[in-house]
């Protein structure tokens, strides 16, 4: 399985902006689509957004699109998520994750395999 270090998180206002990196290793992270899922206390991990293998496809959930970006570099084996327009619903711990088998898709949480740590997030109003 890939091991995968995400950081970036930290406290915003409302508005304000963050990026989250996620370094990759121990196998082809070409070959398999990344993603970004959040958990907040309480609550199910959630999708944020998907990337696939060849940065060809994204998907985002409906509270990300048109705040979020996902993107990914793969002679770095890093995949970045770009956040924009923080609000206080987005506070979460968030995680990186590689797909659970190479050139697939999905983009639910039980698509992928590998996790990191998770990074907090946290927005204030």
């Known amino acids: 399985q890939a091991q995968l270090v995400e950081s970036g998180g930290g406290s915003v206002q409302t508005g304000g902006s963050l990026r989250l990196s996620c370094v990759a290793s121990?196998?082809?992270?070409?070959?398999?689509?990344m993603g970004w899922f959040r958990q907040a206390p309480g609550k199910e991990r959630e999708s944020v957004a998907v990337?696939?293998?060849?940065?060809?496809?994204?998907y985002y959930s409906d509270s990300a699109k048109g705040r979020f970006t996902i993107s990914r570099d793969n002679a770095k084996n890093t995949v970045t998520l770009q956040m924009n327009s923080l609000k206080p619903d987005d506070t979460a711990v968030y995680y990186c994750a590689a797909h659970r088998f190479p050139w697939a898709n999905g983009t639910d949480v039980r698509s992928f395999a590998s996790w990191g740590q998770g990074t907090q997030v946290t927005v204030s109003s």
């Open positions: 121990g196998r082809s992270f070409n070959m398999y689509g």
């Open positions: 990337i696939s293998w060849n940065a060809g496809e994204s």
